[in-house]
């Protein structure tokens, strides 16, 4: 050792013994010993500190400083000890050992630093992950030309071209959610024009019904309610504002740069109007829409900074950021400070407060007219108003009072007095409810005050790393930046919070374009070409076309981030239109389609389900948007006993349901809607016998099959002609001749029995033709897409 020593000491000579331990020592310890003995420090060694290493842990001191022989910490590194060797798995190499020889012998300086130790290392084979690559230009490439190339080299044949009947209803669904019409259907059929498909694309991009669909798939991911999810999970009837942005975000083809920088920081950028700022603001619904947790969800904002972060991460990167909440992501490049760079970012941004259970008043909701305005539309009422407020106050200082009383006594300290004519901490409660009624009752005399369920800046601050993520545990503060592994961009304004750069870094990553591109794939076929389209790490699944993935992304950008136009190269690409009948000898090479060699079969999803019965029983309410008829916000009184909890019946689309944190709406949660509690970046179908009883006996099926049985009688004048329109409404194509005969006769004595069973005469007919259509709408011929 000792000639290492002499030969390391020449070497170092003209350094610094600063320099030394930060370029040669410090790199070592955070690369090899940071991990078990920093904040949970084995045997009780810590090793990021002086002070810490010349306490030692359980077997003395680690460092004789200027003796290296008398070192524990380097006979246990030179693996000399007689109990303890480190690091596993294996002995140091000599030039590391005589490093840290040198620096005991220079006096184990160790400089405190502005940059903490860290163990944490972006290894190069970390950054060469293919996820965090630019994107490679394909010259010349195309869908089809990358798709055929792969299947040729498999030697695998690709399907023929979908029939039109099947296309139409394959594109109409997919675009809309919708059954397609007899009359788009025969205008279809008729149009012998090669531009006749292309026709139906721009016709269905351009409907209301186009945002409805594709805002409902962005709505999954980014785990949309209309609740705020504490323990009493109380409702938020103006999120609905931001649901309904997203709907007309797609409708009017917003570019996704602009989709992204709305949501993150609308309320920052600038606006040519006041209804653009105002929808810029509504579209910070995205973040205020986070979930709130436990009885007193503003204690517990971490955890909701915490749900900011993993929604952020994987809607729009499509990496699992808050995996490094309590440590370092253990399959990523992503550091704990990293998360808590961006805990900051959110910790200096104002969040709305819905309610909870020890306070049942909305709080800090942006409000649409400025505070003078507001001023001014309150003056009639102010005096009254200002009584009432003292009143609240007072019994909110009250309940705070209370509090720590209890805690006091808990504790063994004496209790803060009482003043004199408190009343009981049991009436606070009933008295403050008592007066926010009137308080609201008040204010309805001057008219609504708007305002959305949405952000704004609040104080600009740093986050602490907050040991093992819990709150009461906090350690180093972190500066609020970017990823390192995707360019670590630290604030170029500090008195803002930084959403406005985040979401600028975000669009500046190779990842926003891929994982984009891959959910709007993923909803036209099915699956990724990632087929975890939340997970674009290690973990994650590779690309199985990484040229395409990578080439629809490049066209993505430099078509100015339009969604439509992506539809469209998608849509008119042979790929789609494959039939999903293909030769049967490609399963045994590709059993899992993963090459593209047909088009994968797809049951409707529960929005189209639901949607499909209303519209083909004639009872589909195509008003857009709305707010859902939650109780007045006088009379909440929810508690985690007693959490909100409803069901609003409507006629609307499904997109427009009412859906909550705490309950599933239950025919959703039936046949698997996405999960408001975190992302849903798939829907897994799943098949139970509930479903099939659904379909056959439920109500929603009952009345609408009779809907469109009334429907079928009053437009056609016999059973066969009602038959054979039945099947071309549902599944787009007419009933056989052979089908029509034996429906026609099943109806005649369907009507018989009906009549010996007492039914009246004039339901006769729609009775019976209503259970012959409930047996259509539960066939696959129906539930499936081909």
């Known amino acids: 050792m000792l000639t290492g020593l002499l030969l390391m000491t020449a070497v170092a000579a003209a350094q610094d013994p600063a320099e030394h331990f930060e370029t040669r020592v410090r790199p070592l310890l955070v690369k090899k010993c940071h991990a078990c003995h920093t904040s949970a420090p084995q045997a009780g060694l810590r090793l990021d500190s002086r002070e810490a290493l010349l306490k030692g842990g359980k077997s003395g001191a680690a460092v004789v400083p200027g003796d290296p022989d008398k070192s524990l910490l380097l006979a246990v590194l030179n693996h000399t000890h007689a109990k303890i060797q480190m690091p596993p798995p294996g002995k140091l190499p000599q030039e590391e050992l005589d490093a840290v020889a040198l620096w005991i012998q220079q006096g184990a300086v160790f400089p405190a630093s502005t940059k903490p130790l860290a163990s944490f290392r972006i290894s190069d084979e970390q950054r060469a992950h293919w996820a965090f690559q630019p994107l490679a230009k394909q010259a010349g490439a195309s869908i089809d030309s990358v798709v055929r190339a792969r299947l040729a080299a498999k030697k695998l044949k690709p399907a023929p071209a979908a029939d039109k009947i099947t296309l139409l209803r394959r594109v109409t669904y997919d675009l809309t959610g919708l059954p397609a019409s007899i009359d788009e259907l025969d205008a279809f059929l008729s149009d012998t024009s090669p531009q006749a498909y292309e026709k139906v694309i721009d016709r269905l991009l351009a409907s209301p019904r186009y945002g409805e669909r594709w805002g409902r798939h962005w709505l999954d991911v980014v785990r949309y309610a209309d609740t705020a999810g504490d323990s009493s999970d109380y409702p938020v009837p103006q999120a609905h504002k931001y649901r309904d942005w997203v709907i007309a975000a797609f409708n009017r083809d917003l570019p996704y740069d602009q989709f992204v920088r709305e949501q993150l920081a609308g309320d920052l950028l600038l606006s040519s109007n006041e209804e653009d700022r105002w929808q810029r603001l509504v579209a910070t619904g995205y973040v205020a829409n986070t979930r709130r947790f436990s009885v007193v969800p503003e204690r517990q904002m971490h955890l909701s900074h915490d749900d900011t972060i993993d929604n952020v991460g994987k809607a729009f990167l499509g990496l699992s950021v808050n995996c490094a909440r309590c440590h370092d992501h253990k399959y990523d490049p992503i550091s704990n400070k990293d998360y808590y760079a961006l805990s900051g970012i959110f910790a200096s941004t104002r969040y709305p407060f819905a309610g909870s259970e020890n306070r049942n008043q909305q709080a800090d909701f942006v409000r649409r007219k400025s505070d003078a305005e507001i001023a001014l539309q309150l003056l009639p009422i102010k005096p009254e108003l200002d009584v009432i407020d003292g009143k609240l106050k007072t019994l909110e200082d009250l309940r705070k009072l209370y509090t720590e009383r209890a805690a006091a006594v808990r504790a063994g300290k004496q209790p803060p007095p009482l003043p004199e004519g408190?009343?009981?901490?049991?009436?606070?409660?009933?008295?403050?409810?008592?007066?926010?009624?009137?308080?609201?009752?008040?204010?309805?005399?001057?008219?609504?005050?708007?305002?959305?369920?949405?952000?704004?800046?609040?104080?600009?601050?740093?986050?602490?790393?907050?040991?093992?993520?819990?709150?009461?545990?906090?350690?180093?503060?972190?500066?609020?930046?970017?990823?390192?592994?995707?360019?670590?961009?630290?604030?170029?304004?500090?008195?803002?919070?930084?959403?406005?750069?985040?979401?600028?870094?975000?669009?500046?990553?190779?990842?926003?374009?891929?994982?984009?591109?891959?959910?709007?794939?993923?909803?036209?076929?099915?699956?990724?070409?990632?087929?975890?389209?939340?997970?674009?790490?290690?973990?994650?699944?590779?690309?199985?076309?990484?040229?395409?993935?990578?080439?629809?992304?490049?066209?993505?950008?430099?078509?100015?981030?339009?969604?439509?136009?992506?539809?469209?190269?998608?849509?008119?690409?042979?790929?789609?239109?494959?039939?999903?009948?293909?030769?049967?000898?490609?399963?045994?090479?590709?059993?899992?389609?993963?090459?593209?060699?047909?088009?994968?079969?797809?049951?409707?999803?529960?929005?189209?389900?639901?949607?499909?019965?209303?519209?083909?029983?004639?009872?589909?309410?195509?008003?857009?948007?709305?707010?859902?008829?939650?109780?007045?916000?006088?009379?909440?009184?929810?508690?985690?006993?007693?959490?909100?909890?409803?069901?609003?019946?409507?006629?609307?689309?499904?997109?427009?349901?009412?859906?909550?944190?705490?309950?599933?709406?239950?025919?959703?949660?039936?046949?698997?809607?996405?999960?408001?509690?975190?992302?849903?970046?798939?829907?897994?179908?799943?098949?139970?016998?509930?479903?099939?009883?659904?379909?056959?006996?439920?109500?929603?099926?009952?009345?609408?099959?009779?809907?469109?049985?009334?429907?079928?009688?009053?437009?056609?004048?016999?059973?066969?002609?009602?038959?054979?329109?039945?099947?071309?409404?549902?599944?787009?194509?007419?009933?056989?001749?052979?089908?029509?005969?034996?429906?026609?006769?099943?109806?005649?004595?369907?009507?018989?029995?009906?009549?010996?069973?007492?039914?009246?005469?004039?339901?006769?007919?729609?009775?019976?033709?209503?259970?012959?259509?409930?047996?259509?709408?539960?066939?696959?011929?129906?539930?499936?897409?081909?």
């Open 422 to 786: 408190t009343i009981e901490q049991t009436k606070i409660k009933p008295e403050y409810n008592k007066t926010l009624g009137q308080r609201m009752e008040l204010l309805a005399k001057v008219g609504p005050i708007e305002d959305a369920y949405a952000v704004v800046d609040a104080k600009a601050v740093d986050s602490p790393i907050l040991l093992r993520g819990e709150a009461d545990k906090k350690g180093e503060t972190v500066e609020r930046r970017f990823l390192e592994v995707l360019g670590g961009q630290t604030l170029r304004d500090k008195q803002a919070s930084g959403r406005r750069e985040l979401a600028e870094w975000i669009l500046g990553t190779p990842l926003a374009a891929r994982v984009m591109v891959n959910r709007i794939w993923q909803f036209h076929f099915g699956k990724g070409i990632v087929t975890t389209p939340n997970d674009f790490g290690k973990r994650g699944m590779k690309p199985t076309h990484p040229e395409l993935l990578d080439y629809l992304a490049s066209q993505f950008v430099e078509g100015g981030w339009r969604v439509k136009r992506l539809h469209r190269e998608i849509l008119l690409s042979s790929t789609y239109r494959q039939s999903s009948a293909g030769e049967a000898s490609n399963a045994a090479v590709d059993p899992n389609n993963e090459l593209l060699w047909k088009f994968d079969r797809r049951r409707l999803d529960a929005e189209s389900l639901r949607d499909s019965l209303l519209a083909l029983g004639g009872t589909l309410d195509l008003k857009m948007g709305g707010a859902h008829p939650f109780p007045p916000m006088q009379e909440w009184r929810y508690t985690q006993h007693r959490p909100y909890a409803a069901v609003y019946e409507s006629n609307q689309r499904s997109v427009y349901l009412m859906t909550q944190r705490i309950q599933r709406h239950p025919y959703l949660a039936m046949f698997d809607g996405a999960d408001t509690n975190a992302s849903t970046p798939v829907r897994s179908p799943s098949i139970t016998p509930i479903q099939a009883l659904f379909q056959l006996n439920s109500k929603l099926v009952e009345e609408n099959s009779e809907a469109f049985a009334a429907r079928l009688l009053a437009a056609y004048a016999d059973d066969r002609a009602r038959v054979d329109a039945a099947h071309r409404m549902a599944t787009g194509r007419g009933a056989s001749t052979e089908l029509q005969a034996r429906a026609a006769q099943y109806l005649s004595a369907a009507q018989v029995a009906l009549q010996k069973a007492g039914t009246a005469e004039e339901s006769h007919r729609r009775k019976a033709l209503a259970s012959y259509l409930r047996a259509l709408l539960a066939s696959n011929e129906f539930l499936f897409v081909d």
